[in-house]
């Protein structure tokens, strides 16, 4: 075939298949202008899935009338002038492409009105202006889009139905609502408003509008500024948590950004408190310097690559530790911690069966409470348990207890674990760590690929209380252990170890590893049987610990059962 230059129209609209892809692409980039422009409110209205109407208020500066014939123009822009302004690139939008794509596929009608000036109504037809008329508005512009993709038919037959166009722009104008909060927006569909936003600048109010008050409740703010750059926002605490990774909302400047290594960060974060296939709900804006950022990299500006990516994943994970691991800190005075193994008893007694102290402690032995006490002993902000009243133990393995709500029942493993992993960290933060020399070496016998591991791992392993020496070509010399583990599950640790540092890359990675690991191999196991002092003792410490809720590899440590379930289940009154 003969090579031809196609015709203006058609190579216009094949161009704005690159920009305008669906009704909520049209919002996305109408938005960015009237952010760019100042805008402080933004009400955004679309008819029949956006296909038929979408329009796009906004109190900004507006455009001056000489703009108007050549903002339709294909890579005419007011945010830079040469290649070399995109080091410097804040504003959101930047290409030119924009109200040329969407002029080239739809009928455009635009509204405009400077401080001071007279407003003005310009038609287009095509990226043409065709009519420009006075028009009384306030001071901002109307962007009003009407049958969008009605000379490209083509394009029609890829959509979803309205009501699934109408779900993608309601994702679009949450994600401006969360990474905007000083912004007010509106949104209706069909006529009827469907999101409301204050702009009052408070994130909370913003994750309101989007989720509701009472999962913010349950989440704790993250704040931090330190090279490469800064970043804010707010994270959920455990167990709340999601399916997938749809909640975890990442904007780098203000712009919501896809990005794995961001995100990768954020859920290596929550690697001990939050479940295996569990995701966070978190909105984090990080602010980068724009000449250590390029924008320049995706059609729809979804991606951007950083100068330094290794530093900032490096700020996320930071960041977001700290804020999880100290949202349950308080005030109150503790007791020196030990890393020193409970001596639980293995002492065979009835499955079920509590067995009585001599001396009651506070909050253990006492008699239930009213539910009116219920309430306010569960009023803990500050992330920790309340108090439980320990009932018994079931098939060895679940503690039954009773709280402010309700039923509980915990699981002695995960408890114990977390229990033991945040005594390794703390020990772990005052560089003070214990051993237990054994009375008797243990001798452990080694594959050609495990004495290799213990050689490459020695540094790590010594570091976490272990001291041992080659015994011969194929085993190894055990003389000392860390203090919370038990004699006799040293070697199965340290062969747990040796195969969990395999293939990580960074030593943070591991020592996160070797502590979640030694925790878990040190904890009671599930089938043995505790007596009430011993439960009780686990149980206080529970509380004590700065995320209850998680074993160190995320599953939970309790299940809830309330009052008010008990009673729907037996069919009391007032229950239905």
Same mark, same amino acid.
């Given at each position: 075939m003969t090579i031809m230059v196609l015709e203006a129209g058609t190579a216009a609209k094949?161009?704005?298949?690159?920009?305008?892809?669906?009704?909520?692409?049209?919002?996305? %980039?109408?938005?960015?202008?009237?952010l760019d422009a100042g805008a402080r409110s933004i009400t955004v209205s679309i008819a029949n899935g956006g296909l038929d109407v979408i329009r796009v208020v906004d109190d900004g500066s507006g455009l001056a009338r000489d703009d108007l014939p050549l903002c339709t123009a294909?890579?005419?822009?007011? &945010?830079?002038?040469?290649?070399?302004?995109?080091?410097?690139?804040?504003?959101?939008? +930047?290409?030119?492409e924009a109200l040329h794509a969407i002029s080239s596929v739809s009928r455009l009608r635009i509204r405009t009105c400077?401080?001071?000036? /007279?407003?003005?109504?310009?038609?287009?037809?095509?990226?043409?202006? !065709?009519?420009?008329?006075?028009?009384?508005?306030?001071?901002?512009?109307?962007?009003e889009v009407?049958?969008?993709?009605?000379? $490209?038919?083509?394009?029609?037959?890829?959509?979803?139905?309205? #009501?699934?166009?109408? #779900?993608?722009?309601?994702?679009?104008?949450?994600?401006?609502? /969360?990474?905007?909060?000083?912004? *007010?927006? &509106?949104?209706?569909?069909?006529?009827?408003?469907?999101?409301?936003?204050?702009?009052?600048?408070?994130?909370?109010?913003?994750?309101?509008? !989007?989720?509701?008050w009472r999962l913010i409740e349950k989440m704790v703010p993250v704040s931090s500024r330190e090279e490469p750059g800064s970043l804010a926002g707010m994270l959920s605490m455990p167990p709340l948590s999601r399916a997938n990774r749809s909640d975890m909302h990442v904007f780098v400047n203000h712009r919501w950004v896809q990005s794995r290594s961001l995100l990768f960060a954020i859920q290596e974060a929550y690697n001990s408190i939050l479940m295996v296939g569990r995701f966070p709900i978190t909105v984090l804006d990080i602010r980068v310097p724009p000449d250590r950022l390029d924008v320049n990299v995706h059609p729809a500006k979804n991606e951007v690559r950083f100068a330094d990516e290794r530093g900032v994943s490096s700020l996320i994970g930071r960041s977001v530790?700290?804020?999880?691991?100290? =949202?349950?800190?308080?005030? @109150?005075?503790?007791?020196?911690?030990?890393?020193?193994?409970?001596?639980?008893?293995?002492?065979? $007694?009835?499955?079920?069966?509590?067995?009585?102290?001599?001396?009651? %402690?506070?909050?253990?032995? #006492?008699?239930?409470? %009213?539910?009116?006490?219920?309430?306010?002993?569960?009023e803990h902000d500050d992330g920790r348990l309340p108090p439980f009243r320990i009932l018994g133990q079931i098939a060895a393995t679940y503690i039954i207890a009773e709280g402010p709500q309700g039923m509980c029942l915990v699981d002695q493993h995960a408890a114990h674990e977390r229990v033991l992993l945040e005594r390794l960290q703390a020990s772990d933060a005052t560089g003070v760590r214990e #051993?237990?020399?054994?009375?008797?070496?243990?001798?452990?016998? /080694?594959?050609?690929?495990q004495a290799e591991h213990a050689t490459r791992w020695a540094e790590e392993?010594? *570091?976490?209380? +272990?001291?041992?020496?080659?015994?011969?070509?194929?085993?190894?010399?055990?003389?000392?252990?860390?203090?919370?583990?038990?004699?006799? @599950?040293? *070697?199965?640790?340290?062969? *747990?170890?040796?195969?969990?540092?395999?293939?990580?890359?960074?030593?943070?990675?591991?020592?996160?590893? /070797?502590? =979640? $690991?030694?925790?878990?191999?040190?904890?009671? @196991?599930?089938?043995?049987?505790?007596?009430?002092?011993?439960?009780?003792?686990? !149980?206080?410490?529970?509380?004590?610990?700065?995320?209850?809720?998680?074993?160190?590899?995320?599953?939970? $440590?309790?299940?809830? !059962?309330?009052?008010?379930?008990?009673?729907?289940?037996?069919?009391?009154?007032?229950?239905?």
């Open positions: 094949l161009a704005a298949g690159e920009v305008v892809e669906r009704p909520a692409s049209v919002v996305r %980039e109408l938005v960015d202008n009237a294909r890579h005419a822009t007011s &945010k830079l002038r040469g290649i070399e302004d995109l080091a410097e690139i804040r504003s959101l939008g +930047f290409r030119g400077r401080v001071d000036e /007279l407003g003005v109504e310009a038609q287009y037809d095509g990226p043409t202006l !065709i009519r420009e008329t006075p028009s009384g508005c306030p001071v901002g512009t109307q962007m009407r049958d969008l993709f009605y000379n $490209t038919p083509a394009r029609l037959r890829f959509l979803k139905g309205p #009501s699934a166009e109408a #779900s993608r722009v309601g994702h679009v104008l949450r994600l401006y609502v /969360l990474g905007h909060p000083g912004v *007010a927006f &509106k949104l209706a569909i069909d006529g009827r408003e469907v999101l409301h936003s204050s702009g009052s600048g408070d994130l909370r109010e913003a994750i309101s509008a !989007i989720y509701g530790r700290a804020a999880l691991h100290g =949202a349950g800190e308080d005030d @109150r005075s503790e007791q020196p911690i030990s890393v020193a193994q409970f001596a639980f008893s293995a002492a065979p $007694t009835s499955v079920g069966r509590a067995v009585p102290d001599a001396v009651p %402690e506070p909050g253990y032995g #006492s008699p239930a409470r %009213e539910p009116s006490e219920w309430r306010a002993s569960n #051993s237990q020399v054994l009375l008797e070496p243990l001798v452990v016998p /080694l594959s050609r690929a392993i010594t *570091a976490l209380g +272990f001291t041992a020496e080659p015994f011969g070509t194929d085993a190894l010399l055990i003389r000392a252990v860390p203090a919370a583990v038990p004699a006799d @599950r040293a *070697a199965t640790l340290l062969a *747990a170890l040796q195969e969990g540092l395999e293939g990580l890359d960074t030593a943070e990675q591991r020592h996160r590893v /070797l502590l =979640a $690991t030694t925790a878990c191999h040190s904890a009671i @196991r599930a089938g043995q049987v505790l007596d009430q002092t011993e439960m009780r003792r686990l !149980i206080r410490d529970l509380e004590q610990t700065r995320v209850p809720t998680a074993c160190a590899h995320g599953r939970p $440590t309790l299940l809830e !059962i309330s009052r008010l379930d008990l009673e729907r289940e037996f069919g009391r009154k007032g229950a239905r």
